[in-house]
């Protein structure tokens, strides 16, 4: 799934070629694409695209009337629409210019999870953003203390939770444990203050190198093409220590670490009845 760092580089690249185009038509090609009845995506026709951005693992276009709120889900795309096929594979929207060109939302598979929230007023305090935690990278290290000293849950599930940090899926959950030298399965409420500021620092330098990386490409890149210390690297050498790279694997994910740099040398179980490293 595409995240903060991601999102973020995209939201800049749609800026970039669609700023000030006027919205000439917004089609659901999908009839789950749209999740909201009112207002209406039409309320935007006829109007300037103000401004493009994102909020953790969502896309924002800003019209004058509204805000079209979009999550890519799991492999969802919105990207530049050149051919506008009248039946484009996987189309969910497409959002149609005056100046002749498009947005096209996609998504590969056929969940069909991807789609668009359209919002009047604040966005940041309606749902699907409304729930969510701070930035990121944008929380503090006295506030992300606080919040894992409130929780009693395993640390790799606390940096994917949305309402925690906005914006970390499983990638950067498993890059950001490394560069930490955290257990992905220590327990939130018993890091240190030690452990808490490395964690501070390894989110920023997570989210600052991938999205250093993100940045420089044409269009939104494939998952396998991200970088990644770990991440998906199982049997791969450790490039701090040279220590294999090990996996406790999930049925829809996978939690890779280096047992030397992150848990004393001491390998999981790679099954999910594991008797966790707290």
């Known amino acids: 799934m595409p995240e903060l760092p991601e999102i973020r580089a995209q939201a800049n690249r749609i800026g970039e070629r ?9 089609t659901a090609l999908s009839f789950t694409a749209l999740k909201t009845v009112d207002p209406s995506p039409d309320v935007a026709l006829e109007q300037q695209l103000r401004a493009t951005g994102s909020r953790g693992k969502h896309l924002l276009m800003t019209f004058e009337a509204c ?3 979009i999550h890519l889900m799991q492999g969802g795309r919105l990207e530049p629409d050149e ?16 100046n002749g060109t498009a947005l096209l939302l996609s998504e590969a598979g056929h969940e ?15 749902p699907p953003l409304a729930e969510l935690g701070p930035e990121a990278d944008d929380v503090g290290v006295d506030e992300l203390g606080g919040r894992l000293a409130a929780t009693s849950m395993r640390l790799h599930g606390f940096l994917r939770d949305q309402s925690q940090l906005a914006g970390l899926g499983r990638r950067l959950a498993n890059e950001v444990c490394h560069l930490a030298h955290l257990s ?4 939130t409420n018993r890091l240190d203050e030690v452990e808490v500021a490395r964690l ?29 210390r770990v991440h998906n690297r199982t049997g791969a050498p450790c490039p701090e220590c040279g220590d294999v790279i090990r996996a406790v694997a999930y049925q829809s994910y996978t939690v890779n670490y280096c047992a030397t740099c992150q848990t004393d040398g001491k390998v ?3 099954n999910t009845t594991s008797k966790f490293l707290k």
């Open 268 to 270: 999981l179980a790679d």
């Open 200 to 228: 501070h620092g390894a989110i920023a330098e997570a989210i600052h190198e991938s999205l250093s990386y993100e940045s420089t490409q044409d269009r939104m890149t494939p998952s396998a093409k991200r970088p990644a």
């Open 67 to 69: 805000t079209f709120v």
């Open 83 to 98: 051919r506008q096929a009248a039946k484009p594979r996987g189309g969910l929207a497409r959002w149609r210019f005056s």
């Open 112 to 126: 069909r999870r991807a789609g668009v929230w359209v919002v009047s007023g604040d966005p940041l305090a309606q």
């Open 184 to 187: 992905p399965f220590a327990n």
């Open 18 to 26: 669609f700023h000030g185009a006027e919205l000439s038509r917004f």
